[in-house]
């Protein structure tokens, strides 16, 4: 157990519904992330946020719609999604977003199928 | 732009032996930090190692090591005495030091299965 708690583990979900994922860490950490892990395909940096700012988002499509109320939590809110959006998300966090050598956090992610 | 290869899809290892698992990475930059992070099947990745550019020694943790070959770039994973509970996915991933220091570059991973 690290510290970062995922809900849900597994979601399936429809191209038109609408779904949140959540993130929450109660380790004092300011920054949070969102990582999409595709089989075979390396992990990719979704979304970045430090002291509830978003500093960093790599080009994701709008349909994904990160937020982040409050130091502890983070949200992936999902809308019209495509079937090559299934993977795994997986939530981190880390104490700051500015020391190379930090150590991630991860949570256990949800595993998302869109149909 | 970095680049981390993991040239082993899967390795399969003997409960007790020793394995080592293979990444190279691609950069211009001189200081930087590499990581093994390790997926078990609960899907939670938690650090195995890291290592500092700038250091020669190479990076322990008890039955975790690293071969780090900074003019070949190439940084390995030996993992001694393996356990069943070694098996898992390892991701070998690369940060540099200056610009966006938060953005880990991972490779594809390596699947370690442990026999008995």
């Known amino acids: 157990e690290t510290g970062v708690t995922q809900t849900p583990r597994h979601l399936v979900m429809g191209m038109t519904n609408k779904k949140s994922l959540k993130c929450e860490q109660h380790l004092g950490h300011n920054a949070m992330y969102w990582y999409k892990q595709s089989a075979k395909k390396p992990l990719e940096l979704m979304f970045v946020y430090s002291l509830e700012e978003r500093v960093e988002n790599n080009s994701v499509p709008s349909r994904f719609s990160p937020e982040c109320p409050n130091s502890s939590h983070l949200f992936l809110h999902l809308h019209t999604l495509q079937p090559e959006d299934s993977a795994l998300y997986l939530c981190?966090?880390?104490?700051?977003?500015?020391?190379?050598?930090?150590?991630?956090?991860f949570g256990s992610g949800t595993q998302l199928s869109v149909l | 732009a970095q680049t981390v290869t993991q040239s082993q899809p899967e390795m399969s290892v003997q409960e007790a032996e020793t394995v080592t698992l293979s990444c190279t990475y691609d950069t211009s930059e001189s200081d930087y930090y590499l990581f093994w992070y390790k997926q078990p099947p609960s899907r939670q990745m938690i650090l195995v190692i890291r290592?500092?550019?700038?250091?020669?020694q190479n990076a322990t943790e008890n039955r975790f090591s690293v071969n780090f070959q900074k003019a070949a770039k190439s940084f390995s994973l030996k993992i001694s005495d393996s356990q069943l509970g070694d098996a898992a996915m390892y991701f070998c991933?690369?940060?540099?030091?200056?610009?966006?220091?938060?953005?880990?570059?991972f490779g594809t991973g390596t699947r370690l299965q442990v026999t008995l």
């Open positions: 290592q500092e550019a700038y250091k020669q």
């Open positions: 981190a966090s880390s104490l700051t977003r500015t020391m190379g050598n930090e150590k991630l956090f």
């Open positions: 991933a690369y940060r540099h030091l200056t610009g966006t220091a938060s953005k880990l570059t």
